[in-house]
């Protein structure tokens, strides 16, 4: 599983959870969703609610329910309330046409309006919540690089629709040097009707991470939030967000994402409980707590979640925090892998992670970038990757290049990364270890994938070190000489000395430094050799395409590489220990 592999990272396997229905939903609310403009209640609509300070708590309301969805202008218009829409007969074709210029039904999204209702899906609660009367203002920064006409639209109405005005400072549109006419006369003219937003076009592509750089420079509002430019903010979602920032400006506070549907446009939400998490190497993922953890601690749908890593794309920062963690690093090219990057910092350098249940925005997922990469995406995407892991990861990094195959082994330039590891320094964030044990920890990360002594499974005798030479002996587990360590990168370590595939006065030699950039060095075994499945429980050296395999001789108590052999008994080795991981 490479970073950036299709099957592994794709959008659309990353949208989270969802098995309740949005129908099913509205039901168990006693709402339909085509009448849902009759239930209005007391609720107020508009911008016209002011803040009233409630007896019990003076200082603070409630959340504001700004939002079409009582109103919609047209109730009957394809789309509305979140609903479904099929393509008309005669259109399909026209329709599959145009569905690779967002990678999602383009013709859906231009029928549906751009300001259209959907269901208010937060969790019963939300609504009656309190916000403080003093929440900071915040710059809305969207960028962009060829986005489809009517979703860009759809997204910024949905700001200006579900948020209230004196909250938005700003909506800061960063054009990543998109090349679509549309997009460059029709935009200004357009959002021209709207004095708070505001066009910034960068002149070179930058990718989504340095793109988000230039709108933070422009911003003037308190805090930052990021938005893809494919989202629908839902009832709401603003304040809750604000609120945590607000509480504590190391808090960076994420909405649930809930899912626009790529083929029929509908709005559906989301399991709830589900955490921002990651695998390796470096996949992001979502996590649900488990059922029993949810119901032992009661903990409810409304609570807030602290999350491992976030998704990437949607969250408020304080904007004088993000400039103090030192922002993104500005190294990271295009897209992929800043997510990382900012949740580490944050965690590791004091700050919180949140995703906060009563702050809901739909997102388009997708199953491949609709726009090009400036170089390769695979080796973009690993680039970024390497950066985050060689400044954040400490020796756990090899648990990022120890699985799949990384491009790094073929001389993969990086860049320079002396700044990002002084700035980890200068802030004194805390190591990784920490963050494992802390922040994450039920993520599977042993440094070391097997250890203890190396018996050959056919002679019973074990490997052991004299001087630089591997040896076989009889087995003898107190013996620090017998004692190994099969690490992640493919190393068969002792202490700071790596078993090599050279032979050395007729036995394999112990080799120093290790590097596990060194090919000589790495041997697989047992998972890895998951490539060679007849080779299970054999130590298999990979060279210039040819297998060769550790092979133990014990009337000379040497070792040595030979061709592989599933038949051959001398060739099956066994760490006394294995961890999971
Ligand atoms: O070169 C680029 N320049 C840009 O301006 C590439 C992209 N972009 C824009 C793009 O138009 C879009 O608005 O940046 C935004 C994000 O790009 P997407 O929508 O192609 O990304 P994504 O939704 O597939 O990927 C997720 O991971 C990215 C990793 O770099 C970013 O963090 C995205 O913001 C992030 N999206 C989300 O978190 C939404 C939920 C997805 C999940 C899980
Ligand atoms: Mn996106």
């Not at 109730?75 to 329709?95: I, L, T, Y």
């Not at 609709?370 to 080796?379: E, Q």
């Not at 400490?394 to 491009?407: I, N, P, S, T, V």
């Not at 890895?528 to 054999?538: N, R, Y």
Request: charged share 25%; aromatic share 10%; hydrophobic share 35%.
């Amino acid at each position: 599983h490479i970073p950036g592999n299709q099957s592994m990272t794709s959008s659309s396997l990353l949208a989270p959870q969802r098995s309740v229905s949005q129908a099913k939903l509205a039901l168990a609310r006693g709402l339909h969703p085509a009448r849902s403009n009759l239930t209005s209640k007391s609720q107020t609509v508009g911008h016209q609610q002011s803040h009233t300070n409630t007896s019990e708590n003076p200082g603070r309301h409630r959340v504001l329910r700004i939002d079409l969805t009582l109103s919609p202008r047209d109730p009957n218009a394809p789309g509305q309330f979140g609903r479904a829409v099929v393509v008309p007969p005669g259109k399909e074709k026209e329709a599959e046409r145009r569905w690779r210029e967002g990678n999602f039904n383009v013709y859906l999204s231009d029928l549906i309006p751009v300001d259209r209702a959907i269901e208010d899906t937060r969790p019963a609660g939300c609504a009656e919540q309190l916000v403080h009367n003093d929440l900071p203002t915040t710059s809305i920064i969207m960028c962009f690089v060829d986005e489809v006409w009517s979703a860009l639209l759809r997204s910024v109405h949905s700001v200006l629709n579900r948020s209230p005005p004196h909250l938005i400072k700003e909506i800061l549109l960063v054009d990543d040097f998109s090349t679509k006419e549309y997009l460059k006369e029709n935009l200004d003219k357009y959002m021209s009707q709207f004095p708070k937003v505001r066009i910034l076009r960068l002149k070179e592509r930058h990718g989504l991470i340095r793109a988000r750089l230039a709108g933070a420079q422009n911003a003037t509002g308190d805090v930052l939030t990021f938005l893809d430019s494919h989202v629908e903010c839902n009832v709401g979602w603003l304040e809750p967000l604000l609120e945590r920032v607000y509480i504590n400006r190391q808090k960076v506070a994420c909405p649930v994402i809930e899912v626009i549907n790529d083929k029929d446009m509908s709005y559906m939400t989301v399991d709830n409980f589900q955490r921002g998490v990651f695998t390796w190497p470096m996949n992001f993922g979502w996590r649900t707590i488990p059922p029993d953890v949810v119901a032992k601690n009661g903990i409810k749908e409304t609570d807030i979640i602290r999350c491992p890593v976030m998704a990437g794309g949607l969250f408020s920062i304080d904007k004088s925090y993000f400039y103090e963690l030192g922002t993104y690093d500005p190294g990271l090219d295009v897209w992929g892998g800043e997510n990382m990057e900012l949740s580490f910092k944050v965690w590791m350098c004091g700050g919180e992670i949140e995703i906060i249940p009563c702050s809901r925005v739909g997102h388009i997922f997708r199953n491949d970038n609709p726009y090009s990469f400036p170089k390769d995406r695979l080796k973009t995407v690993e680039r970024n990757l390497v950066r985050v892991a060689e400044v954040w990861l400490d020796e756990y990094k090899e648990l990022f290049y120890g699985h799949g195959d990384h491009l790094i082994d073929q001389g993969l330039d990086v860049g320079n990364l002396t700044q990002q590891r002084e700035l980890r320094k200068r802030l004194k964030c805390k190591s990784f270890k920490w963050y494992l044990d802390n922040v994450f920890p039920d993520l599977k990360a042993p440094i070391v994938r097997a250890s203890g002594v190396l018996v050959n499974v056919a002679l019973g005798r074990c490997v052991s070190i004299e001087n630089t030479t591997a040896t076989l002996e009889d087995c003898d587990g107190s013996s620090q000489l017998q004692q190994f360590n099969y690490t992640w990168v493919r190393l068969i370590k002792h202490g700071d000395w790596c078993m090599a595939a050279i032979t050395d006065k007729g036995s394999l030699r112990f080799h120093h430094p290790c590097d596990y950039r060194d090919n000589r060095l790495k041997w697989l075994h047992k998972s890895t050799s998951g490539f060679h499945p007849e080779l299970v429980d054999h130590i298999v050296f990979e060279h210039y395409q040819q297998l060769l395999c550790m092979e133990g001789d014990f009337s000379q108590k040497t070792l040595k590489v030979a061709a592989c052999n599933p038949m051959k008994p001398y060739q099956k080795w066994k760490f006394e220990k294995y961890y999971e991981g």
